[in-house]
């Protein structure tokens, strides 16, 4: 389906280059070499957006400076011409910023998500023997209760199954690493398969006996760009409840022999600070790319801008002043309009006469500029 208007033409420009729409259908690559590419993308296209902006900051900043040099309706025309620049700007920015957190994330943060789960796992296993080192003598008292069933008794059972869990943690810590990228993988594939009947229920309809143009309108850009966005949601979200498997197993699987003791990596506190990281990483993009905004608005955009309205408000002090003055005594001469109101830009009296006398407020008779009766 072809664009319909500027909007979809941008969106296609911008997002249909980068392969963003078809990332479903290419099934022969692993989800998350899918993810990190479509990341990579979204910041390549978001430094663009980023340098358009400051571009367009310059050009609009460079046409408000134009409207303080011009005379008459022209500073109006040009700042028009740099307020559009600079609306394009932060619509630009905004896009980087949106851009920019989102390829952070996907290129950055969640291919390193298996590998600090999986690092944070074997540290937290390194700490659980220097917890047994220093605990062992307490076990070995703990020995001295002969009460309960078995040789150890009930006092010291427990420590055994807590020395078991140190042998089996390096094991089963890496079966949890395979496990989480299989469930990931197969997670995705499934999400793959049941995307378009999930999308297609959208329009009401069956797509294979539904009007074309219902189902026309359903895969229209801005319906590609948005569910393609929550496609890549879906696929983050499944990555990281995958991933959390490379802890969370070794952390339970103690369970499963009924000992009824907790792991020593429970009380670890690793999870927390990985979910942190993902949380807080995007929002220090975030605010990185509005504060590079402020600073190409503040830097770039604004001193001109204030040029140009400053032009435009003394343009339009001059033309009020004149229409007051010949209300009040009927008319004025050229050369008295400049004395009185062209000191500073005698270019503009000129331009304010004609103005009034276009848009009928005065009439000419010679020098001279009669007010008209209404």
Same mark, same amino acid.
């Given at each position: 389906m072809q664009p319909a208007n500027a909007v979809e033409h941008a969106m296609a420009s911008i997002f249909g280059q980068m392969k963003l729409f078809d990332i479903r259908e290419n099934d022969k690559v692993l989800p998350m070499a899918q993810l990190a590419a479509?990341?990579?993308?979204?910041?390549?296209?978001?430094?663009?957006?980023m340098m358009a902006a400051v571009g367009s900051s310059m050009a609009g900043s460079a046409l408000h400076i134009a409207a303080g040099s011009a005379d008459g309706e022209s500073?109006?025309?040009?700042?028009?011409?740099?307020?559009?620049? #600079? !609306? $394009? =700007?932060?619509?630009?920015?905004? @896009?980087?910023?949106?851009?920019?957190?989102?390829g952070v994330v996907l290129h950055y943060v969640l291919p390193f998500l298996p590998f600090m789960y999986f690092f944070f796992a074997v540290a937290r296993w390194v700490k659980?023997?220097?917890?047994?080192?220093?605990?062992?003598?307490?076990?070995?008292?703990?020995?001295?209760?002969?009460?309960?069933?078995?040789?150890? #008794? !009930? $006092? =010291?059972s427990s420590g055994y199954f @807590?020395?078991?869990?140190?042998?089996?943690?390096?094991?089963?810590?890496?079966?949890?690493?395979?496990?989480s990228f299989a469930v990931f993988t197969a997670l995705v594939m499934g999400l793959?398969?049941?995307?378009?009947?999930?999308?297609?229920?959208?329009?009401?309809?069956?797509?294979?006996?539904?009007?074309?143009?219902?189902?026309?309108?359903?895969? #229209?850009? $801005?319906?590609?760009f948005f569910l393609s966005v929550m496609y890549v949601l879906l696929s983050y979200m499944i990555a990281l409840s995958c991933f959390k498997l490379i802890d969370l197993i070794p952390d339970n699987i103690i369970r499963w022999s009924g000992a009824g003791v907790s792991s020593m990596g429970a009380s670890d506190n690793a999870d927390d600070l990985i979910d942190q990281l993902q949380y807080q990483m995007p929002m220090a993009v975030r605010y990185f790319a509005k504060d590079f905004g402020e600073t190409i608005t503040e830097g770039l955009y604004k001193?001109?801008?204030?040029?140009?309205?400053?032009?435009?408000?003394?343009?339009e002090g001059i033309k009020h002043n004149i229409a007051e003055y010949v209300d009040q005594y009927g008319k004025i001469s050229r050369s008295d309009a400049m004395a009185r109101f062209g000191k500073d830009h005698p270019e503009n009296v000129d331009a304010a006469l004609e103005y009034l006398t276009k848009e009928g407020h005065l009439k000419r008779d010679g020098n001279d500029f009669l007010k008209t009766k209404k």
């Open positions: 479509v990341g990579k993308m979204l910041i390549d296209k978001s430094v663009l957006s500073i109006a025309a040009l700042n028009l011409m740099g307020e559009a620049f #600079g !609306d $394009a =700007a932060s619509a630009a920015l905004t @896009l980087a910023t949106l851009g920019l957190t989102i659980t023997i220097f917890e047994a080192m220093v605990g062992v003598p307490l076990w070995a008292l703990a020995h001295l209760r002969m009460s309960g069933a078995g040789l150890p #008794g !009930d $006092a =010291a @807590l020395l078991l869990e140190i042998f089996v943690r390096p094991v089963i810590t890496v079966v949890s690493l395979v496990g793959n398969s049941i995307f378009v009947l999930l999308i297609s229920n959208f329009a009401g309809a069956d797509t294979t006996t539904a009007n074309a143009e219902i189902v026309g309108n359903l895969r #229209g850009i $801005a319906d590609q001193p001109g801008q204030a040029v140009g309205v400053k032009a435009q408000r003394e343009y």
